[in-house]
C-alpha cells in the first residue's frame, strides 16, 4: 500500500526530520520514499507498507514527532471531476505545494485533450514535475524541466480556465533567468 503524507515537526524536536522519519518508519516495518521540502520546512513523504494496520501503526508512531498536515490515500482510484473541478483542484493544489498530485490531477484532463491545449497542459504538468525535482533537492534537474515547461507554455488566450497563461510563463522565465526557484502561486 502506499500513502502520501505531508508532516510538520513538533517542537522541540532534535535532529533531521526526515532522518527521524526514516528511522521510524523501518522499525515500524514501513518505508518512507521520495522526501520533498515544503517552502515552510514540512517534510512530503511516501509511505509504502503491507497494510492498512501498519499504516495507521507508522501514524501513531510518529504523533510525538510530527504532525499531519495531510494524508492522501494512494490506492484509491481517483474521483471522478468535471473540467472545472479538476482545474479547481489543481490550483488549490499548486497553491499548497503539493505539486506532484497537481501533476496527477492535470494528467487525467491532459490525456483527454488534444493540439494547443493539449500542449498547454503538458506545459503546466511539465511546471509541475520541475517543482517536485525542486522540492527533493535536484536544482539541475528542475531547472531542465523548466526548460522544456517553457516552451508548452505558448496559448493563443491569456487565459486557460482560472490560470493565467501569461503570468505562469513569466513566473517560469523569471526562475530560468535567476536560476533560483521562487514558489509562487496561481
Not at 481517483?78 to 497537481?102: G, I, Q, S, V
Not at 487565459?159 to 535567476?178: H, N
Amino acid at each position: 500500500m502506499r500513502f502520501l503524507v505531508r508532516l510538520i515537526r513538533k517542537e522541540p524536536s532534535p535532529g533531521d526530520l526526515l532522518s527521524s522519519i526514516r528511522a521510524l518508519s523501518k522499525s515500524v516495518g514501513v518505508e518512507a520514499r521520495n522526501p520533498k521540502q515544503t517552502s515552510y520546512g514540512a517534510l512530503e513523504v511516501d509511505i509504502f507498507c503491507p497494510s492498512r494496520g501498519d499504516f495507521e501503526i507508522f501514524m501513531a508512531a510518529a504523533q510525538p514527532i510530527a504532525t499531519f498536515e495531510f494524508v492522501t490515500d494512494l490506492n484509491r482510484a481517483p474521483e471522478h471531476l468535471t473540467d472545472d473541478e479538476t482545474l479547481a483542484k489543481a490550483r488549490a493544489l499548486f497553491n499548497a505545494e503539493r505539486y506532484w498530485e497537481c501533476h496527477e490531477v492535470l494528467e487525467g484532463l491532459w490525456r483527454q485533450r488534444q493540439g494547443e491545449e493539449k500542449r498547454l497542459l503538458q506545459g503546466i504538468i511539465l511546471v509541475c514535475a520541475a517543482f517536485v525535482h525542486h522540492q527533493k533537492g535536484e536544482r539541475e534537474v528542475a531547472l531542465g524541466v523548466l526548460r522544456r515547461a517553457v516552451r508548452q507554455l505558448d496559448y493563443r488566450n491569456q487565459k486557460y480556465g482560472w490560470l493565467d497563461v501569461v503570468r505562469l510563463k513569466a513566473e517560469v522565465e523569471a526562475i530560468l533567468a535567476s536560476e533560483g526557484f521562487t514558489n509562487f502561486k496561481v
